[in-house]
């Protein structure tokens, strides 16, 4: 079993940055894919990003490609969402979550692990 904790929402006005960390303990984050997901208000937890177990592939859903960037340090046990360029619809709580599927995953129901999330709010 492995447990994450999330770490660096906050608020921030539209066009500005947040880098969110989520550190892993209890097991190796190298042996899990990972991946960020997030939930506003009455609406359904969305995939944003994942990464392969060695950092090698990456996925992104499009509303943030080119403004948020996933990346991985196996030797910190931590997995990493750069945040640039952001809307007010980027609005929500932030989940970072690990997968043992062999492929890169997008569905909730395919991660084995979630954190706690962290709450980012951009204001317009």
């Known amino acids: 079993q492995v447990q994450l904790v999330e770490s660096g929402g906050g608020l921030v006005q539209a066009g500005g940055s947040l880098r969110l960390s989520c550190e892993a303990s209890g097991r190796k984050l190298s042996d899990y894919n990972m991946g960020w997901f997030r939930q506003a208000p009455a609406k359904e937890r969305e995939f944003v990003a994942a990464?392969?177990?060695?950092?090698?592939?990456?996925y992104y859903v499009d509303s943030v490609k080119g403004r948020f960037t996933i990346s991985r340090d196996n030797a910190k046990n931590t997995v990493y969402l750069q945040m640039n360029i952001l809307k007010p619809d980027d609005t929500a709580v932030y989940y970072c979550?690990?997968?043992?599927?062999?492929?890169?995953?997008?569905?909730?129901?395919?991660?084995?692990?979630w954190g706690q999330g962290t709450q980012v709010t951009v204001s317009s």
């Open positions: 979550a690990a997968s043992r599927f062999i492929q890169l995953a997008t569905l909730p129901s395919q991660y084995d692990f």
């Open positions: 990464i392969s177990w060695i950092g090698g592939s990456t």
